[in-house]
């Protein structure tokens, strides 16, 4: 994952628009992936997760890419609503079922 | 789902109390919980891991004399902050895996702590 204790990078978007979050991880090892939401003052919500063994996997109006040749992980977020507004982070886990987080984005839906 | 409940929600102490934050899975035995600390527009930094009836293990860097983790039941965590001082000022949060879910965490709501 990122390294923790770097300030948050910031993605702004107009509501309706998609947003694209991006993570790159860096244990080849990891073949499990998750995307967490958390909203001020919040604890983190599962959004979406993806195995090693799939490169795409669809939700309710998200998205989660994989590509494990450069370790790299998307969060697409369709018709983004103000409700988004929120910091979300991925997380990736080898096997040891503790997961490791990366820094997290800050997304930012402007009305 | 798996609902995970943490108390209290916001705190505030004198330097050199005790306080105590409390993580309980509602619906759920978990195997493991986790213990994170997170400081303002950061990540979350995982402090401890603790399985029912077992020592936690703590990550490089924590204080186990500071931070006391107990986990007497399959549904129960609790973090001791020992001597607060300001410096321990930071958002707690707890999660919980199951084990029908591997990976998955599912998280409290969080703790503000808040030392003066």
């Known amino acids: 994952g990122e390294s923790v204790g770097l300030h948050l990078p910031t993605l702004s978007v107009q509501e309706g628009d998609n947003s694209i979050i991006n993570c790159a991880y860096s244990?080849?090892?990891?073949?499990?992936f998750i995307w967490y939401k958390q909203e001020s003052g919040k604890g983190p919500q599962f959004i979406i997760d993806?195995?090693?063994?799939?490169d795409k996997r669809q939700g309710q109006r998200v998205t989660v890419l994989l590509n494990k040749t450069v370790k790299h992980l998307s969060l697409q977020i369709a018709a983004t609503q103000p409700g988004d507004s929120a910091v979300y982070f991925c997380?990736?886990?080898?096997?040891?079922?503790?997961?490791?987080f990366g820094r997290g984005t800050s997304l930012i839906v402007h009305p | 789902g798996a609902v995970v409940s943490q108390h209290p929600s916001r705190v505030i102490c004198k330097s050199g109390t005790s306080v105590k934050i409390e993580c309980r899975s509602l619906?759920?035995?978990?195997?493991?919980m986790f213990w994170y600390r997170q400081f303002p527009k950061q990540s979350l930094m995982l402090m401890a891991t603790?399985?029912?009836?077992?020592?936690?293990?703590?990550e490089q860097g924590v204080e186990k004399d500071k931070f006391l983790i107990n986990h007497a039941s399959l549904t129960l965590s609790t973090l001791t902050v020992t001597s607060a001082h300001p410096e321990d000022s930071s958002f707690y949060i707890c999660?919980?895996?199951?084990?029908?879910?591997?990976?998955?965490?599912?998280f409290g709501s969080g703790t503000q702590l808040s030392v003066l």
């Open positions: 999660s919980a895996s199951r084990r029908d879910q591997g990976e998955k965490l599912f």
């Open positions: 244990n080849s090892a990891s073949d499990y």
């Open positions: 993806i195995r090693s063994n799939m």
């Open positions: 997380a990736e886990s080898g096997g040891s079922y503790i997961p490791t």
């Open positions: 619906d759920f035995q978990a195997t493991t």
């Open positions: 603790s399985n029912e009836g077992s020592k936690a293990t703590y």
